[in-house]
């Protein structure tokens, strides 16, 4: 069955390079098996990531996209997990979507963050 894959990488600073890396993240992974998915590209084409509306505007747009669970994994991509990428993890947390990690230091940083937020609740 094929498998659609969220790819969770950073956005905002740099939002040229890093859609720039999304876009080759999702060509490496894309195969019979592995359909990647990136809503947020999308909107950063007609949203400005610097204007905090907007922004929010697109942030909200893409936690529909986990409480209707259009995706059956969450990848973390990237050198580091972001403060949009916490939020995603939240969201794969609360509606148990599956989150994998595309390199070993996200691991670490993902087991991290979960403890501390689990100690949280």
């Not at 859609?19 to 359909?35: G, S």
Request: overall charge negative; glycine content about 4%; some cysteine.
């Amino acid at each position: 069955m094929v498998k659609l894959v969220y790819i969770a990488h950073k956005i905002a600073g740099n939002v040229n390079e890093n859609v720039k890396d999304v876009l080759r993240i999702c060509r490496e992974v894309h195969n019979r098996d592995i359909v990647p998915i990136a809503p947020y590209l999308v909107a950063v084409q007609y949203l400005d990531d610097h204007l905090i509306e907007e922004r929010e505007l697109g942030i909200a747009t893409n936690r529909e996209h986990f409480k209707r669970k259009v995706m059956d994994e969450v990848w973390l991509c990237g050198s580091e997990i972001s403060t949009g990428m916490k939020e995603e993890i939240i969201l794969s947390l609360k509606y148990e979507i599956p989150i994998k990690c595309y390199n070993h230091n996200l691991q670490l940083q993902l087991d991290e963050f979960v403890a501390q937020y689990k100690s949280n609740q």
